[in-house]
């Protein structure tokens, strides 16, 4: 009697999800449920253990998820409830994104100031083993499933990194984490030469109401630039990457989406939020783990010659996904569509490329190995003409006491600025936003002359 209702039950799955297709394709249906039928049947009389009928069920679902692409997914109780959380900025883990490339589990982002951030895993890293346990053979939501657990409990991941020969171990402690999607800073560098650092780290429910918090507090800094930094940022809503973008421009497409027939099915535009900021030079950075919503940003900004992208190439998720209950605790993930930028650009696995390439560097680096060649010049020939400049500085020299003691800046401290609280990291020291300063000083110069 069971087995007959779960006969009827996966006979009526299909009209009810399909609705009344061609004759033939819903005879290779109906066999397909009858060999899906007869298998359901052997197991329940033929295995050696009794089974719960509900743990076929829903592991066949599993499977039928798995052979699609790897942002689909079916979500159970916990799953579902674990995405809702994000969306809302709050979750218990450790602060990473992950992904399925090649077989492979990868780390797609590493949130900062979150547990995994801390002890040192980044983005790009390789997982092979959670918990002692191999991830080879295994999908997305398995690894998924396996790495969750609750707040105080340690997760154990072992990862290959590019450029180390060895596995590296990590214990990390999970803890509830409250992701703090927007953090900006003002950085002057004199009057009326001030640049607006954004950081969105991630797009959840509030993001462009911060952004447009934010703006409005600057809006009487005569501000020479705005850069708004979608490094590292996985996405998430797509509403909220719709009015981000509206908040810098007047008017136009943001992103369409295409359906597996190649028809445009949904064109989002810029929406009024009674503020926008679209006359400021902007530079957008990205790099390779800026996904999903942070591309649809960056290309339309890109595509309506708002913002110089800066960086590098982006991860590369053009697809949609819908999130379908299937009753109040578990939900299908199914991508259903692709994104098409304004000028009709396609980024699935392609990503959005920068206009300007930017390599990452650590600053300190830089300065450490900094050439200082010597040049021959006019001033280092002896009897040269002083110029006026050397003149005064020599006049002053008189008056200064024989040890010289006049108040000088020592090189170790140069370029030091202490960044503010809120950021964690200041962004005057960081080599990629210092570029972005440079190019948007670039184009005001040129626009003057």
């Known amino acids: 009697m069971k087995n007959q209702n779960l006969l009827w039950l ?28 007869k298998v359901l ?8 253990q009794k089974i719960d009928n509900q743990k076929l069920i829903n592991g066949a679902i599993k499977g039928m998820m798995s052979v699609l692409d790897p942002h689909s997914a079916y979500l159970d109780v916990e799953l579902y409830k674990k995405i809702q959380d994000e969306t809302n900025g709050e979750f218990e883990g450790i602060g990473v994104e992950i ?43 398995e690894v998924t499933q396996i790495m969750r657990g609750k707040k105080g409990e340690v997760l154990k991941l072992e990862v290959m990194r590019e450029g180390q020969a060895a596995v590296l171990s990590f214990q990390i402690k999970r803890k509830k984490i409250k992701v703090k999607s927007v953090i900006s800073s003002l950085m002057s560098n004199g009057e009326d030469n001030d640049f607006l650092f954004i950081r969105v780290s991630q ?34 809503l797509l509403d909220q990457a719709v009015e981000l973008v509206s908040l810098f421009v007047d008017e136009g497409i ?12 949904d064109v989002r535009k810029v929406v009024d939020l009674g503020f926008r900021e679209s006359k400021v030079p902007m530079a957008v950075l990205v790099n390779g783990a800026s996904a999903s919503a942070s591309e649809i940003v960056a290309g339309a900004l890109q595509d309506l010659g708002r913002a110089i992208i800066m960086g590098g190439t ?27 930028t304004p000028k009709g650009r396609k980024i699935q ?17 830089l300065k450490d190995n900094k050439k200082r060649p010597k040049y021959l010049r006019e001033s280092d020939l002896r009897n040269h003409l002083l110029s006026e400049t050397e003149k005064k500085q020599k006049s002053s020299e008189k008056g200064e006491s024989k040890d010289g ?31 972005a300063v440079n190019i948007l000083k670039s184009s005001q110069l040129m626009k003057t002359k």
């Open 314 to 340: 982006t991860f590369g998720k053009g697809s949609i996904q819908s999130l379908i209950p299937l009753n109040k605790e578990v939900a299908l993930k199914l991508t259903v569509a692709q994104y098409v």
């Open 10 to 37: 996966f006979l009526l799955f299909p009209i009810l999800a399909f609705g009344s297709d061609e004759k033939k394709s819903e005879s290779i249906q109906v066999q397909d449920l009858e060999l899906f039928n």
């Open 405 to 435: 003691a006049v108040g000088g800046q020592n090189e170790s401290d140069e370029g030091e600025v202490k960044g503010p609280e809120d950021l964690g990291y200041n962004p005057k020291q960081d080599f990629q936003v210092q570029q």
């Open 254 to 265: 943001v992103v369409s989406s295409e359906d597996r027939s190649g028809k445009i099915m």
């Open 99 to 141: 992904t399925q490339k090649e077989g492979s589990i990868i780390i797609v982002t590493t949130q900062s100031e979150t547990p995994a951030y801390e002890a040192g895993i980044r983005a790009g890293d390789k997982i092979v083993r959670v918990n002692g346990k191999s991830t080879l053979g295994l999908g997305l939501v």
């Open 41 to 48: 049947y052997i197991l329940e009389t033929q295995y050696f």
């Open 203 to 236: 797009f959840q429910r509030d993001v462009s109401a911060q952004v447009k918090d934010v703006l409005k507090k600057h809006k009487d800094n005569k501000l020479k630039g705005i850069i708004l930094d979608l490094r590292s940022n996985p996405g998430g």
């Open 349 to 365: 696995a392609l990503g959005i490329h920068p206009d300007v390439e930017l390599d990452e560097y650590d600053l300190k680096m």
